[in-house]
Antibody, heavy 118, light 107 residues
Framework: QVQLQQWGAGLLKPSETLSLTCAVY????????WSWVRQPPGKGLEWIAE???????NYNPSLKSRVTIAVDTSKKQFFLRLTSETAADTAVYYC????????????WGQGTTVTVSS | DIQMTQSPSTLSASVGDRVTITCRAS??????LAWYQQKPGKAPKLLIY???SLESGVPSRFSGSGSGTEFTLTISSLQPDDFATYYC?????????FGPGTKVDIK
């Protein structure tokens, strides 16, 4: 059974950089896209970026200038960096597996709460 | 960009009720629509893909329909475990878009 486990710093000061890691346990790493999705407190879901095993990426244009997504296929891990954090970036960040055939997220990580505050 | 809207934003219902949630796209998206269920403090869970296909392991009381610009998620007989927020989602031109969500709470 495929599981995603994610971790990273939960409290940041404004202008700092968010760094998150998501590890994939079980199942294939290739053949899927791997995404980050976030959810501000009390609000809806916002897709951030995706990457595949060979490093091909797509970004949400609204965040593209501040986001980097990367992959380490040997460890079956992928990463998110979001620079110039502000309070508006306070959210729960999820990693998720994207199916290529129908472009849906079928497996999700447990979520990481990130708070940006001085 | 394609915009997704959902109605209602909140729905109050009782156990056993038939519940219908609507998702509309700003332009035709064929059948490329998914539905997710999210409970407080938990990650979303995929329920329906390609508008009407039930994800493996999801109870058959959940069903999806629609194509083009209007889609519905129906829960045939609401169960206590179904009180949650439901999101629709579309993918187009390398961009994933979620609807704003519909919260189903206890009447």
């Amino acid at each position: 059974q495929v599981q995603l486990q994610q971790w990273g710093a939960g409290l940041l000061k404004p202008s700092e950089t968010l760094s998150l890691t998501c590890a994939v346990y079980g199942g294939s790493f290739s053949g899927y896209y791997w995404s980050w999705v976030r959810q501000p407190p009390g609000k809806g879901l916002e897709w951030i970026a995706e990457i595949n095993h060979s490093g091909s990426t797509n970004y949400n244009p609204s965040l593209k200038s501040r986001v980097t997504i990367a992959v380490d296929t040997s460890k079956k891990q992928f990463f998110l960096r979001l620079t110039s954090e502000t309070a508006a970036d306070t959210a729960v960040y999820y990693c998720a597996r994207g199916r290529l055939v129908d472009n849906v997220f079928d497996i999700w990580g447990q979520g990481t709460t990130v708070t940006v505050s001085s | 960009d394609i915009q997704m809207t959902q109605s209602p934003s909140t729905l109050s219902a009782s156990v056993g009720d038939r519940v219908t949630i609507t998702c509309r796209a700003s332009q035709s998206i064929s059948s490329w629509l998914a539905w997710y269920q999210q409970k407080p403090g938990k990650a979303p869970k995929l329920l329906i893909y390609k508008a009407s296909s039930l994800e493996s392991g999801v109870p058959s009381r959940f069903s999806g329909s629609g194509s083009g610009t209007e889609f519905t998620l129906t829960i045939s007989s609401l169960q206590p475990d179904d009180f949650a927020t439901y999101y629709c989602q579309h993918y187009n031109s390398y961009l994933f878009t979620f609807g704003p969500g519909t919260k189903v709470d206890i009447k």
